[in-house]
């Protein structure tokens, strides 16, 4: 069986992709500091899969703690690294802060993947890189553009530092570029758990129809888009989780053309905030409380993806449609509602 370490693994996709693995015959471990997760979102994980997984709580800009990770588990066989920071606006705040943390625990993890000639590598990306893209659909030839926030460079740097990496030694990797991940695992048993206030649209829409928050504002509708509102690839998170099983079994199979490949994971639908929002009421049976604000700084029109070159060569089907990943969205909100306390003693600092 073999073994794969997840950086960021009681985080969002992180979690979900632990699943994926498990159910597919790996043997997964974590590496994650809990300071933006939390570590009972492996009891979900083990709800669902029937298997424990044991998390490294360690920072992994700390290369001596990340080393001992490597030393103990000697028999990895791949990384898939999701561990960053990734709050677009708390970047635009603490660029440093985002620099430090994103860029230090990716060269320390891939300072080790060599030392321990850990030659599967799969690095979570985003479709930040593209910027404001020069067409839409987006496809992994699209040209990347200047990054719209700090967030979005550590994207776009990090993608190059993997490139330049492997190109002296022997590790095979993968560049998974996400649209907008959205939704929860449909058993309900894990989920998004945002930090504070959302700054994400779904996490918003959930927050708003619970009551959490008393009303959402709608970043502008007098965009050049079929109502006025930005257009975003929304792709359910269990889709983008499956991917990264797919990614991991096409470099251990040893099926890629290069040392370095691209692939976007997107729906191939884009769909605007206002559609969003009426799919959530469809669904939720729930009239959501927003009003048209004014635009949000960064914000760029319209993106979403042609996934041609994942469904062909990964042979990556979404099984999710916009309908179930506001449902699911939902019906974990209702969840994280009902048993408040679910996940918050853990970390107060989260709360
Ligand atoms: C989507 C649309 C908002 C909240 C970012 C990152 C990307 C990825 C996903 C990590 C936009 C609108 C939102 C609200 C709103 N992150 N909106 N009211 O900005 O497309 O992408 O998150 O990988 O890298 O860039 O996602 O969900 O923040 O916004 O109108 O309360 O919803 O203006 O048009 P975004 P988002």
Redesign the pocket.
């Known amino acids: 069986m073999k073994k794969i370490l997840v950086t960021g693994g009681c985080g969002y996709i992180g979690s979900h992709t632990i699943v994926d693995l498990i159910q597919n015959g790996f043997n997964v471990i974590s590496a994650d500091d809990n300071s933006r997760s939390r570590p009972n979102i492996l009891d979900g994980v083990e709800k669902i899969t029937g298997k424990k997984v044991k998390n490294y709580t360690v920072d992994l800009c700390n290369f001596d703690d990340t080393h001992a990770v490597f030393v103990e588990n000697p028999d990895i066989d791949g990384i898939i690294h999701f561990a960053a920071y990734?709050a677009?606006g708390e970047s635009v705040e603490k660029p440093l802060l985002y620099f430090e943390n994103n860029m230090n625990s990716l060269i320390n993890i891939l300072k080790c993947a060599v030392e321990f000639n850990v030659n599967n590598f799969v690095f979570s990306s985003?479709?930040?890189v593209y910027g404001n893209p020069v067409s839409i659909p987006v496809t992994e030839d699209t040209p990347t553009q200047q990054a719209?926030?700090p967030?979005?460079y550590t994207?776009q740097m990090g993608e190059q530092i993997v490139q330049q990496t492997v190109n002296s030694n022997q590790i095979q990797s993968i560049l998974l570029r996400?649209f907008?991940?959205v939704g929860a695992h449909p058993s309900n048993q894990i989920g998004e758990i945002p930090i504070g206030r959302?700054?994400?649209?779904?996490p918003?829409i959930t927050q708003t129809a619970i009551g959490k928050l008393p009303q959402?504002?709608?970043?502008?509708d007098d965009y050049p888009t079929r109502d006025g509102?930005?257009l975003?690839d929304y792709i359910h998170v269990s889709d983008i989780a499956h991917a990264h099983t797919l990614a991991l079994n096409y470099l251990l199979d040893k099926k890629n053309k290069s040392n370095c490949e691209i692939f976007n994971l997107g729906s191939g639908n884009g769909y605007t905030?206002l559609e969003a929002i009426k799919t959530f009421e469809k669904v939720s049976n729930q009239k959501l409380n927003y009003v048209i604000g004014p635009r949000?700084p960064g914000?760029i029109t319209a993106i979403y993806a042609n996934n041609e070159k994942a469904r062909k060569v990964l042979g990556w089907e979404t099984k999710y449609d916009l309908e179930d990943m506001m449902r699911t969205a939902w019906e974990w909100e209702l969840r994280l509602n009902k048993e408040e306390n679910l996940f918050n003693g853990q970390n107060p600092s989260l709360n």
């Open positions: 990734k677009v985003s479709c930040t719209e926030s967030y979005g994207k996400y907008n991940p959302p700054a994400n649209l779904v918003a959402m504002s709608v970043h502008g509102s930005c975003r905030v949000r914000d």
